[in-house]
């Protein structure tokens, strides 16, 4: 049987506040999950945005994608990476499926459109578009309606890295009037069969407005202004997501999904600055004498083993003979001296001596296939409790200063889901799912094959 299935993507949406906490708060996502099922979804590794909402949509991995980050390495080389826009994602997901079948789709804000593709229907580009002053949908001239309808449309704020946190409200607040807006129009003046949005505002009020709300934090303040801004705005967003499903046709069947959660971030890891203290990163210069971003040092490639590019979690490449211009580890010790280093940065402690919980990963063993260039090793610092830091000229390998500005939480590996059937009633019943797991589960719902390469399987309820 063919349905209309409706897709509510809330970037870093953290399970122990929808799902738990604030449910009480949330009167639309509670009524979804009462008669619904709903629980932990876990994400890919690495748990980011870029890739994680392609992994979501189309059903692979990040190995598989060649997607490991919003930067990645472009070629061999040492300085050349490439931003992963849409244009990297080479592989189908659910809504070209979906339009090659004839049914009509409508995409809003998912991570990994702009520039944008053609669809049978519309769609609007991502966070990633540069200005609207770009070709950033799909008919090109749906911006126009767009404008006619919402005024200036907001792909994402202008500016979350601030410290200027009545400014930052503002902006989020602003940014998800204007895309409920427009997604409420198109759930009447535009037909669909398949509709997808996602909201970027809850990930950029996690990452601002974290330590002023969760008592946990090392900068917490008793009696802060900002305490209930992040509460706030979750309900702020159930009301604006009840108003979309009063505008659904009945037999709808609505899913919630974030493509991952988010945590409190106790610190930083200056990972080149280890390296370098580990004798794997040899300068070309003196030690800068302050934080100085990794690209803007020279580097003694012939004498260095290993280096880092910094994020939420670090992707350390090695320096390998024959592969990199001037490798310095033979092939043969390849191995060898990966498993060694792994092991050493699994047994970096905290600034207390204290086992912070570090899981390495090797791409090999944990994607089914490694396209594109991939880091030899995938590091979540203290079980992501700890950003990885790229900076260079730090007094001392911890670091409570973000080297790209201000930023309160990292991300975490159980994002959530909620999976809403009208027909029936679900029960309330709490199940554990994968990312990869919803397009499938979409594909499903709307009667059409499950293509034998996703990776995923469907949600059961």
């Known amino acids: 049987m063919t349905r209309k299935v409706f897709v ?12 738990e906490r604030w449910r009480d708060l949330l009167p639309n996502l509670n009524r979804l999950m009462s008669r619904g099922v709903y629980g932990n979804l876990t994400s890919c590794t690495p748990a980011i945005t870029v890739p994680a909402w392609s992994v979501m949509t189309s059903s692979k991995d990040p190995g598989t994608l060649g997607i490991y980050g919003f930067r990645n390495r472009a070629d061999w080389s040492y300085d050349k990476m490439s931003i992963a826009t849409g244009s990297a994602v080479k592989v189908d997901r659910v809504w070209d499926i979906l339009s090659r079948a004839n049914k009509r789709v409508n995409v809003v ?12 229907g519309c769609l609007v580009g991502c966070f990633l578009t540069p200005s609207i002053a770009s070709n950033y949908t799909y008919p090109p001239e749906f911006k126009k309606e767009i404008a006619e309808w919402v005024g200036e449309y907001w792909v994402d704020v202008k500016d979350f890295r ?10 989020i607040y602003e940014m998800t009037r204007v895309r409920c807006q427009l997604v409420k129009r198109m759930i009447t003046d535009k037909p669909w069969d398949f509709f997808m949005f996602v909201e970027m505002g809850v990930d950029r009020i996690h990452h601002g407005m974290w330590s002023y709300t969760d008592e946990g934090h090392w900068r917490f303040e008793p009696g802060n202004k900002y305490i209930n801004s992040i509460r706030d705005y979750y309900i702020y967003l159930d009301r604006e997501i009840g108003e979309m499903l009063a505008l659904l046709p009945e037999d ?18 200056a990972v080149n600055e280890w390296l370098r203290r580990e004798g794997y990163l040899t300068l070309a210069q003196d030690v800068p004498d302050k934080m100085t971003p990794f690209e803007r040092v020279k580097v003694d490639w012939p004498k260095t083993k290993a280096w880092s590019s910094g994020g939420y979690y670090a992707r350390i490449f090695m320096n390998v003979q024959g ?16 498993d060694e280093l792994a092991r050493r940065l699994i047994a970096i402690p905290g600034p207390n001596g204290e086992d912070i919980h570090t899981q390495v990963f090797k791409p090999q063993d944990i994607y089914h296939a490694v396209n594109n260039i991939a880091p030899d ?3 979540y610092f203290g079980d992501l409790y700890w950003r990885s830091v790229g900076s260079l000229g730090l007094d001392s390998i911890y670091t409570f200063e973000n080297d790209t500005g201000p930023d309160d939480a990292n991300h975490a590996q159980q994002g959530m889901f909620i999976l809403y059937d009208p027909a029936r009633d679900l029960g309330g019943r709490r199940l554990q799912a994968e990312i990869m797991d919803i397009a499938p589960t979409v594909l499903h719902y709307m009667g059409e094959p499950i293509p034998a390469d996703m990776q995923g399987k469907v949600i059961h309820a």
């Open 162 to 171: 601030t410290e200027d946190k009545d400014y930052l409200l503002r902006q």
């Open 109 to 120: 804000g998912v991570p990994g459109t702009y520039p944008p593709r053609s669809v049978n």
């Open 8 to 19: 509510i993507g809330l970037d870093c949406a953290a399970p122990e506040l929808v799902l």
């Open 377 to 379: 090793l995938i590091v």
């Open 323 to 338: 592969r990199e211009p001037n490798g310095l580890i033979a092939p043969a010790d390849y191995e060898r001296e990966r």
């Open 252 to 269: 709808t069947v609505v899913m919630v999904a974030s493509d991952h959660g988010a945590k409190r971030m106790d610190g930083g890891i």
